[in-house]
């Protein structure tokens, strides 16, 4: 009874903060309401050289929190495109900054336009579990370059890196420029009923349902990063080895924890055992062993792991063949897993999977995997292996997801001058790239005139004629 007043207490303040520093980040922002390129650029420097200085501690933070990260994939998803993104749009800051000349019609001359990029004001930014560093940093990048504010909502599955990403941010920012709250659900749901400017959710559909409706109560607009179940698809005479390979880096970094890691895989009937065997090969490759293995990942939390053990025993009590890679786990160290004869009515084909499990779908014909993919909600990515340049357009043409790679996964989500984001189910909205910096500023369209005015030509009364002249010249 007593931890759990103190729990309550301990949420209440937490939440009774988010409203202080909001009220704090506002004012801040109504002082500044247009940084220059220069002092963005310095934000971005300084957030830059804390990375670079931290990344040893961050590694270990975020291995911490999973019991078992490799550092090599936090370098590799974390860390690298952290620093890339910041580098690229410190680049291309002014010239985003620029105004845009637009035209303006004859019959309005003498007049100019353009459209203002504005910072919006305070953002909002909710990052998952996953990837609790890449997923809080690239939102920031994208947010600061548009000169606003941003207050970000760290995940409690992740305590050691959200207390580190905390402290860090604090040695570099004020907090009325960048803050980071910490705590569980309710400080999260708090987080997002506050009058945000604009708040970015990256997480569960059936979360981000409750985000957004939450943040409808202030009319605030929205980017939810989603997910869902990302098809890849196998075509008939791609070499077997080529795709398993690509596909089995996408499944197993971060032991599948990952939106964008292929879910399901369609494959010709006829080269579905050959498959199997071509992805066992690559993976037993990648991780001989699981057995104290630094660079096999282990799955988050005990919570996650019944969840992934339950859809295989649900899959195979339904049918389903279970091909366990590996004779046992160790830890939360969970075994690559291939599941064949799978079927709707089995949970692993319902839900996002988000671990290391792969189930196979035959197919006879392209027509066919394209209608079974179309069949169901739009998916956050769809990878497709084959080399035939005209199929790889009908792929793109005939289907529709968030993002795309054409023989490779994961991979268009670390493209720096590339838009990331989700299409129904999976998403709305996007950031990263020049998208990220349009996303978090108010596109401003301004109309100027000087002391001449034509316009007073079409004034009450009507019937002149000059407004009939002009009716005759511009009305065709």
């Not at 007593?2 to 002082?31: C, H, K, M, P």
């Not at 890691?261 to 055992?273: H, I, Q, S």
């Not at 064949?340 to 839900?351: F, I, S």
Request: hydrophobic share 40%.
């Amino acid at each position: 009874m007593v931890a759990d007043v103190a729990y309550i207490q301990q949420s209440q303040e937490q939440i009774n903060q988010l409203e202080v520093t909001f009220a704090q980040q506002r004012q801040a922002f109504n002082g500044l309401p247009m940084p220059s390129a220069e002092q963005r650029i310095q934000w971005l420097g300084a957030l830059k050289q804390l990375i670079l200085d931290e990344q040893d501690a961050l590694c270990a933070a975020i291995s911490t929190d999973f019991s078992n990260r490799s550092t090599s994939e936090t370098m590799l998803a974390e860390i690298m495109p952290s620093l890339h993104g910041i580098t690229y749009a410190t680049k291309r800051i002014k010239k985003w900054m620029k105004p845009s000349k637009r035209s303006v019609g004859m019959h309005f001359m003498p007049a100019s336009a353009k459209v203002v990029y504005q910072p919006l004001g305070v953002v909002g930014v909710i990052v998952p579990w996953n990837y609790p560093l890449f997923l809080a940093i690239g939102p920031l990048v994208g947010a600061l370059s548009a000169g606003n504010r941003v207050m970000i909502k760290m995940s409690e599955s992740t305590p050691a890196t959200s207390q580190l990403v905390k402290d860090l941010l604090a040695r570099i920012f004020p907090e009325d420029l960048v803050s980071v709250a910490l705590g569980e659900a309710e400080v999260g749901m708090a987080f997002s009923k506050l009058p945000f400017d604009h708040l970015l959710f990256t997480g569960a559909t059936s979360i981000g349902k409750h985000v957004m409706r939450a943040a409808a109560e202030n009319l605030t607009p929205v980017t939810l990063e989603l997910g869902g179940k990302s098809p890849a698809i196998v075509s008939a005479d791609v070499p077997l080895s080529d795709a398993a390979e690509r596909i089995a880096f996408g499944k197993t970094v971060n032991a599948g924890q990952t939106c964008v890691a292929p879910d399901y895989v369609l494959v010709p009937k006829d080269r579905v055992d050959g498959f199997v065997e071509a992805y066992r090969a690559v993976v037993q490759k990648f991780y001989p062993n699981l057995k104290d293995n630094p660079d096999y990942t282990a799955i988050i939390n005990e919570r996650q792991l019944q969840r992934l053990n339950g859809y295989v025993t649900d899959a195979e009590s339904k049918g389903a063949k279970v091909i366990p890679l590996y004779p046992e786990g160790q830890g939360r160290r969970m075994p690559a897993t291939v599941l064949l004869n799978v079927n709707d009515e089995m949970k692993v084909m319902q839900d996002e999977i988000f671990g290391p499990l792969l189930p196979i779908v035959p197919y006879d014909r392209l027509e066919d995997a394209f209608k079974y993919i179309n069949e169901r909600p739009r998916p956050l990515a769809l990878y497709y292996f084959g080399y035939d340049k005209s199929e790889q357009e009908r792929v793109l043409e005939q289907t529709h997801s968030g993002g795309a790679c054409i023989n490779d996964t994961l991979l268009h989500v670390a493209q720096d001058d590339m838009p990331f984001g989700g299409i129904g189910p999976s998403g709305m909205g996007h950031y990263h790239a020049h998208e990220g910096f349009l996303t978090f500023s108010k596109a401003k369209g301004v109309f100027i005139k000087q002391r001449f005015n034509a316009a007073k030509f079409i004034y009450p009364p009507y019937g002149t004629a000059v407004q009939k002249l002009i009716h005759k010249m511009f009305v065709r």
